[in-house]
């Protein structure tokens, strides 16, 4: 059977040797120079290429998609994924939170070990647009920049619209629309936020460990411990990035966020601490006791934000002001202004309308012989590897039922 599959990333390399090996004339189109060139710069050159947990664990950090995953993600989970990987060549090691990388660091050895070994019998056409696609007395037509071809099946593997310098730049949309089908508006997933505030520009680079970042999406409350820092114009950092998919496509105005500066403390502990330090620096003023109980830089900007005079002696501070001071330290509010541009996203939430996809086979409910894989599907998940997880399932997954 003739298959064009088009793009050659992380999904579309997975399928193409699958399909390739069960016997199929597979030609794989790529606009880029060169196979993987987004997967060879993820995580941070390193490549968290899975997560190693059960399928159960996997489908709770999976934010939308996850019963249209969960055949894919049983089919093939991580641990199938680590033994793939291995059984190619590539030495794997696992890290904190499950995270698993190529034993060499390298990303780039994870895109060779694909296209050298696992793709090494399948045609590429590099430097190649594939322009439209349309399908024709059963047969589907694609016209690329190199000519017109045809073929029995169609794979879409172009990834979603982040990192658009790697050649993401949302052309699987355009190719479904052309055959009708439904387009969940992009939007960016994992991504910094923007924060109004004029103090966030003197917090640039302060990085804080240990905080929770507290949300209100439309009248619900959610959380997220662990790190995070501010940038020249807003909040990034693990636990941001992580909020960031809950947010995406609630509008700003029906988000508010705040820090707690101490989670680990209630209410009740951190006031008997401020009574303490209050007692010990009774003579000081405000500024210098903010700072032995926040970063400097925090510290510095700290009292004006919340309405305190940052100069005022400790033992002049009434009981309200206390409280105030207190409710800061739980509850820092900060202005949220939205998320950065879609390409700063580590990864697209939005795409090919679920409704419309066969969850076992991955091929449109609308045209016989179009199939969709990979974060072009309107399916996206946290950071930890699941998103290249879900490449490589739904590649394998569709292989299996073509």
Known sequence: MRVAIVGAGASGLMLSGLLQKAGHDVLVYEKNDRAGKKLAITGKGRCNLTNLCSPDEFLQNVVRGEKFLRSAIYTFDSFACVDFFENLGLKTKLERGKRVFPESDKAGDVVRTLKDKHCCDVKFSFDDEVLSISKENEIFVVKSTSGKREFDRVVIATGGKSYKGTGSTGDGYRFAKMFG??????????????????????????????????????????????????????????????????????????????????????????????????????????????????????????????????????????????????????????????????????????????????????????????????????????????????????????????
Request: charge should be neutral.
């Open 181 to 402: 089908h439904k387009i969940v508006e992009p939007a960016p997933a994992l991504c910094p936020m923007v924060v109004k505030d004029e103090f966030v520009k003197s917090l640039q680079g302060v990085s804080l460990k240990n905080v929770q970042l507290n949300l209100k999406i439309g009248g619900k409350d959610k959380s997220f411990f662990g790190e995070m820092l501010f940038t020249d114009r807003g909040i990034s950092g693990p636990i941001v990035l992580t909020a960031s998919s809950y947010i995406n496509r609630t509008p700003i105005k029906d988000v508010s966020l705040s820090v707690d500066f101490k989670p680990a403390l209630s209410e009740k502990q951190l006031d008997s601490r401020l009574l303490r330090d209050f007692e010990e620096n009774k003579n000081k003023d405000l500024k210098n006791v903010l700072h032995g109980l926040l970063p400097k830089a925090v510290a510095e900007i700290f009292a004006p934000a919340i309405g305190l005079d940052e100069k005022k002696k400790i033992h002049d501070i009434t009981k309200q002001e206390r409280l105030i001071l207190l409710n800061g330290l739980k509850e820092f509010k900060l202005n949220y202004g939205g998320l950065y541009d879609i390409n700063a996203g580590i990864i697209t939430s939005g795409g090919i309308d679920l409704s419309q996809v066969n969850p076992k086979t991955f091929e449109s409910k609308i045209v016989s012989g179009l199939y969709f894989t990979g974060e072009v599907l309107d399916v996206d998940a946290l950071t930890g590897g699941f998103n290249l997880q879900i490449a490589w399932a739904t590649a394998f997954c569709l292989a299996k039922h073509f």
